[in-house]
């Protein structure tokens, strides 16, 4: 292997771009992709014009070829000047600490693309680019940058009406100022009206905890529900009124890997209706002090309706005394999302997932319980209506484990129409020990997927297997996005 012209790099990086080594087979798609790799790395350091040629001499009847790679380096790009620009409202600093640009330093591709990465994970522009200019004279080595951005608005309002075919009516309303003062740093208040419960939740968000780039959330949240019994149920009417306050942080530890911790303290407030119970009432109340950590991994080529790739991630939850908790427990939950291409755009997606708990004797609030069943679990079946049965509230709680298998084969129809058949097994069970493959509830269907500009509307029918008494053999379900 010949290189010639290489004079600016280190020849033993360059080197190390190749597949091709002296000793080893000649392969052409080697050859050419050796010279598709030094080109790429000239260009990640600066160097924007380099040309490479590459030949072959010899015809293999010795045994060997010589591989001959001649590199024109043309100029190294510096970088000169960082202007930024469009920021109305967004102050200066908050651009800059992004940008991974300095004077002085080699115009990289890496160098521009992390600095666009980094303002977009801000989620306070619209767009971001990273402008380079070109110099006035050619013999000029430094180039100028503009990083121009457009601002998101200074604040958004959602609304929304719901009704469910149970009677349940619902009014959603949501302010949000992604940036607050110019500073980067998020607020959000959302309130929740309904016949049956009522939720106020305020957000604060900021990327940075002075000079570390750490997101971090803090929730704070009144929700206030009613339990009323239907006509076929026999328990005492009650209300829950829970304050929420969590602390939740989040830090990027490769490109697809995330490590996730957070604290949430729960005050629950059950009052049992004095109208139907006691004169007085009966008021219980119980703290829960959580603790959680999750790793997680997305290497999906898409959000929204990924071809291709893998997402994982892995939760623990603790719930000690010394944290504030009444009930205490230990939880872990696992799930696994696979999407492999068979050609022709057809996936076979898979979801697995587990989770167990252990809380030491005591019996789990419903809060804490693993759920199954419902449009995003096992289809056939109602939301969370999948597990043990209280007698008291006559209806599922879920339990202290999970176990839930998804599989679906994606296919494209016509247009923006996919098709989709799928598979569903899944239950949750009271403790860890009573989990049982033979106990899981199954069910098969299909569906059909309408992408469109604003997300992918979902339209499935599940039909049970193993029908048992007083269930419905099928469910019809319309949601937005996949089920995983």
Request: aromatic letters at 12%; zero cysteines; charged letters at 25%.
């Amino acid at each position: 292997i010949d290189l010639e012209g290489v004079s600016q790099i280190d020849p033993a990086v360059v080197q190390a771009q190749l597949k091709l080594s002296p000793g080893a087979p000649f392969r052409i798609t080697d050859f050419v992709s050796d010279r598709a790799a030094v080109a790429s790395l000239y260009r990640r350091r600066g160097f924007r014009d380099v040309e490479v040629e590459a030949s072959v001499v010899g015809d293999g009847e010795g045994g060997a070829y010589r591989a001959e790679f001649v590199v024109r380096e043309g100029q190294e790009a510096i970088i000169g000047e960082v202007r930024v620009a469009g920021n109305r409202r967004t102050r200066e600093r908050v651009v800059r600490r992004e940008v991974a640009l300095s004077s002085g330093e080699p115009l990289t591709t890496e160098s521009v693309n992390e600095t666009q990465r980094r303002l977009y994970e801000l989620g306070i522009f619209r767009s971001a680019d990273v402008v380079i200019e070109e110099p006035a004279d050619d013999s000029q080595a430094t180039q100028d940058i503009v990083i121009d951005v457009t601002e998101v608005p200074v604040a958004t309002l959602d609304y929304g009406f719901r009704y469910t075919t149970d009677g349940l009516a619902e009014v959603v309303a949501e302010v949000r100022t992604p940036n607050l003062f110019g500073s980067g740093q998020r607020t959000g208040f959302r309130t929740l009206v309904g016949s049956e419960q009522r939720i106020f939740r305020f957000l604060y968000n900021t990327p940075y905890i002075f000079p570390l780039k750490i997101n971090t959330n803090f929730f704070v949240e009144r929700a206030i529900n009613r339990e009323t019994p239907t006509a076929d149920e026999d328990f005492f009417p009650f209300t829950d009124r829970i304050w929420t306050f969590t602390a939740q942080q989040g830090r990027p530890l490769l490109p697809g890997l995330d490590l996730q911790w957070s604290y949430s303290f729960k005050r629950t407030e059950t009052e049992l209706d004095p109208d139907e119970f006691d004169p007085e009432g009966q008021l219980f109340s119980v703290d829960r002090g959580i603790l959680t950590g999750s790793l997680i991994g997305d290497f999906r080529n898409g959000v929204v309706n990924p071809k291709s790739g893998t997402f994982w991630s892995l939760s623990f939850q603790g719930a000690p005394k010394v944290l504030g908790s009444e009930l205490t427990f230990v939880k872990m939950y696992a799930q696994v999302y696979t999407f492999v291409p068979l050609g022709r755009g057809i996936v076979w997606a898979g979801g697995y997932r587990v989770g167990v708990a252990n809380s030491f004797g005591q019996r789990l609030v419903e809060d804490d319980r693993f759920q199954a069943g419902g449009p995003n679990s096992v289809r056939g079946f109602a939301q969370g209506s999948l597990g043990p049965f209280d007698p008291i509230l006559q209806r599922t709680l879920g339990g202290a484990a999970t176990l839930v298998f998804n599989q679906e084969v994606r296919f494209p129809i016509a247009w923006r129409l996919e098709g989709v058949g799928f598979f569903d097994a899944g239950n949750a069970f009271e403790t860890p020990s009573d989990m049982r493959l033979s106990d899981l509830r199954q069910n098969w269907g299909a569906g059909i997927r309408l992408a469109l500009p604003f997300g992918l509307l979902r339209f499935d029918w599940a039909r049970v297997i193993s029908l048992r008494e007083g269930e419905d053999p099928w469910q019809f379900i319309f949601s937005l996005g996949h089920a995983f």
